[in-house]
């Protein structure tokens, strides 16, 4: 996004003085300030810039193009009336001001420039962009008065940047995104907003940002294309979902006491680097449906629920750690459970699950490779009701069912596979469902099974 002009330069800005408590009859110069703000907002005068002495300057007003508004620590726009509090027009920069009231706090449809502003007590929206405007805006805060408000609103082909933004109070969305532009925030807070952001197509790319206390998905994009980088979502229903249609790339993403799920990815197409989620909900830690999910270095402690939830989705998964999850409704609190769709699963480590370490099911077509389970309760790998599932240099780790299960009419693939303190053996198959197993270089003791095939590995070339 290109950066936003300045309202004008100050040597050919007309330099006007305004003073709420003034005397009547200024005539603007600082000897003998105007008491009016809107007497120094005529549209004839333009461009200006009006310096504000501290005080209440009662609202609304319209900022015509050219106007650079500067203030000091108390000077304070207030609108007390159901419409705009300062509406800017064409290019418009304000600096060290607090804008409080009104059912929009700023509506913008040329080029903002904020720093320093502080607006407060909205009951609409805190910040609106017509449809080509454009934002810049720099330590700001954004404090919601009303639930219902959107801290800032960008609707079609508006652009906005935003750096060291503060988004205070039960906002029900900080940031709506309505297919914009570009928008692009960085070094920012969310704190108590119901969803930090709420994205419909366009693109947004958010940079170390921190989003907490809210009730609803931290971040939320449909349609659209999100990039995070170093963001971390603690308290929130999800920290991340999506809709239909949307693209994520996240680099070192972070949820924290998710009420229901770390993230979820529904109909869409995410790519994780460095994903951690900790103490999640009931609905899992990493959830995926219709969805295509490729994860590195992925990390998941503390779930109560399932680890992973993939259900008809094709996820690619190379460096992961899932461990403790837990089962406090029945939902068999297993490591990783993959519904239909494909997998390709390396490097993995789970320890601790309340269920099995990884199940494969409903025809889901399973690679896991590399990789070790530990302290699985019921099972070490599952497949079952037609899936396929391959094992490929891996270990089981103490667990009291079988190392390996297949059942129904499932068929499992072992390739260099061990199992050490499993409570029900190596394996376990249901032959009489239509189970397969095929066998390599297994180190434990197989039972004697009419589905089950030992297939000698190749001897090594000389």
Known sequence: MPETAAAAPASQARMLWVDAHA????????????????DALLPDSAPR???LAPGLYPGPFIAPDGTELVGGSAAVLTSGGAGTALEARGSVSLRRLLVQGGAVGIEASGALHLEDVRLSGQRHAG???????RLEARSVVLEAGVSEAVGLLIPPGATARL???TFEGPWRRGIEGRAPASLVVAQSGFRGSVTALHLRGGSAELTD?????????????????????????????????TGTGATVEAEDLTSVRADRAGVGVVNARASFDRLVIRQGGTFGGLQGVGAEVTARALRIEDIAGLGVSMRDSTFILDGATVRRTRDPDGTGGDGLQLRGGRATLSRLAVDETAGACLIAAEAAEVSLSASTLAHCRTAGVVAETGASLTVSEASVQTTDGPAAVASGDAQLVLRGFSAASAGEGLLWAECS?????TASDV?????????VQLVRAPAAVP
Not at 127 to 133: E, R, S, T
Request: aromatic letters at 2%.
């Open 23 to 38: 005397p009547e009859g200024g005539d603007g110069t600082e000897a003998r300030p105007l008491r009016r703000l809107s």
């Open 49 to 51: 810039r009006v310096q």
């Open 127 to 133: 910040l609106v962009l017509g449809p080509a405007a």
């Open 163 to 165: 750096s060291g933004v």
């Open 209 to 241: 940002v921190v989003v907490s206390e809210g009730r609803g998905p931290g971040l939320y994009v449909a349609g659209g294309s999100l990039r995070l980088r170093r963001v971390q979502v603690s308290g929130h229903e999800y920290a991340l979902l």
């Open 433 to 437: 469902a239509g189970a397969r197993v």
């Open 443 to 451: 180190r434990g003791t197989l039972p004697m099974l009419p589905c």
